[in-house]
C-alpha cells in the first residue's frame, strides 16, 4: 500500500507563507491533490493536478495565494501556499489516484482519491 507523506506544515502569521510537500514514493499517479479540514468543518479540496498535462484546478478562496506543482523525478507534488489568513488554518492532506474520469469536473470529490497522506497541521494567528 502506498503511504504518501505530507511535510511542511507550521504555524505563522497572516500575511505569510508555507510550502507543502507531498511525496508519493513509486510515482505512478495521473491525479495529485490537496484537501483541507478544519475543526467542524467538512473536508474541502484546495487544489489538484494532472501529472501528465500539468493543468491545474483551484477552489475560489485560494485562487491567486496557492499554488499547486509538481517535480516528476522525485514523485512529489507541492502547495505553496501565500498571504495566508486565519481562515486557512486546517489540517491539510495530500490525495492521489491513477484514475479520475473527468477530472476537470470530479477533482473536487475526495471519493475520487484512493491514496492519502495522514494531513499535516496549518496554523495562521491574526
Known amino acids: 500500500q502506498v503511504q504518501l507523506v505530507e511535510s511542511g506544515g507550521g504555524s505563522v502569521q497572516a500575511g505569510g507563507s508555507l510550502r507543502l510537500s507531498c511525496a508519493a514514493p513509486?510515482?505512478?499517479?495521473?491525479?495529485m491533490a490537496w484537501f483541507r479540514q478544519a475543526p467542524g468543518k467538512e473536508r474541502e479540496a484546495v487544489a489538484a493536478?494532472?501529472?501528465?498535462?500539468?493543468?491545474?484546478y483551484y477552489t475560489d478562496s485560494v485562487q491567486l495565494r496557492f499554488t499547486i506543482s509538481q517535480d516528476n523525478a522525485k514523485n512529489t507534488v507541492y502547495l505553496q501556499m501565500n498571504s495566508l489568513k486565519p481562515e486557512d488554518t486546517a489540517i491539510y492532506y495530500c490525495?492521489?489516484?491513477?484514475?479520475?474520469?473527468?477530472?476537470?469536473?470530479?477533482?473536487?470529490?475526495?471519493?475520487?482519491?484512493?491514496?492519502w497522506g495522514p494531513g499535516t497541521q496549518v496554523t495562521v494567528s491574526s
Open positions: 493536478i494532472g501529472i501528465g498535462s500539468g493543468i491545474a
Open positions: 513509486g510515482g505512478g499517479f495521473n491525479y
Open positions: 490525495a492521489a489516484a491513477r484514475v479520475v474520469y473527468q477530472f476537470y469536473r470530479e477533482w473536487r470529490g475526495p471519493g475520487q482519491y484512493a491514496y
